[in-house]
């Protein structure tokens, strides 16, 4: 029977001793095993907490393409024009946005139409440092002018950082709770004990804010508006049971009489 939703405030404590002759250690396995909830076994000398945190991440990966075209009358002429301008390209990303083969991708079209030569080229990069793709983005518009097509930045994470987010935001859950349950056992004068049952109750992950409805198109958007955007959000809410430390027994000195 799976235990109520908790409120991330809601403390429940416990203080009464277990019963006569019964092993701690036995009494704390049967309150957690076999998926039987803490609250319905019988009471024991742990503190039930809840715990909640919320992390966010920007993107940390961009993804541009550049599109080159030209329409001639003769083929050679056609495929010149755009190999001279997508060798700029390349030689660009190469030198100012320390661009390396694997995170770009070179693809050409070459058509023809009635008497007319089309030659098409995209060129798409990846970005793992947003400052240099401006710097290369406002370059290759400086020098080539309306002779470049330049999508806008298409943000994202990758897998390795969305798998880190989602440990932190753990973490941060149970560091919560684990504060929650000290700041209990301190409350009565009792030292806190170890971890019974930590258990994940509830996860959720979005991207931008819960009221960022934007009107505008994504194409409108500016670039902090795309960071945003594509900023991912994760929540995590966690259940916990730690345990209250039992008194230290006071060790009785032997007395012997020798007569």
């Avoid at 400052?131 to 390795?160: A, R, W």
């Avoid at 504060?179 to 049952?197: I, N, S, T, Y």
């Amino acid at each position: 029977m799976p235990l109520p939703p908790l409120s991330p405030a809601r403390v429940f404590a416990q203080l009464v001793p277990p019963p006569a002759g019964t092993d701690s250690r036995e009494n704390e396995l049967s309150r957690v095993a076999g998926g039987v909830p803490a609250c319905l076994l019988p009471p024991g000398r742990e503190v039930h907490v809840g715990g909640s945190a919320e992390l966010s991440a920007s993107p940390d990966r961009a993804k541009v393409t550049f599109y080159l075209r030209s329409r001639k009358g003769e083929a050679g002429a056609a495929r010149s024009s755009v190999t001279r301008r997508l060798d700029y390209v390349v030689q660009t990303a190469r030198q100012r946005g320390s661009i390396t083969e694997n995170e770009m991708s070179v693809t050409k079209n070459f058509s023809r139409t009635d008497n007319i030569y089309k030659m098409e080229a995209e060129v798409c990069i990846t970005f793992s440092d947003f400052g240099k793709m401006q710097d290369v983005c406002n370059f290759l518009v400086e020098k080539l002018g309306c002779s470049v097509i330049i999508s806008p930045p298409h943000f994202y994470h990758t897998m390795e950082k969305i798998d880190a987010l989602r440990r932190q935001v753990c973490l941060a859950a149970v560091g919560s709770a684990r504060q929650k349950a000290q700041e209990v056992c301190q409350l009565f004068g009792q030292p806190l004990g170890k971890p019974l049952l930590i258990r994940e109750e509830e996860v959720k992950e979005w991207e931008g804010h819960h009221e960022n409805h934007l009107a505008n198109s994504p194409d409108s958007l500016g670039l902090q508006q795309r960071l945003q955007s594509g900023t991912i959000h994760v929540s995590s809410r966690i259940f916990a049971v730690f345990e209250i430390k039992g008194e230290k027994k006071k060790k009785q000195a032997a007395h012997i009489n020798v007569n």
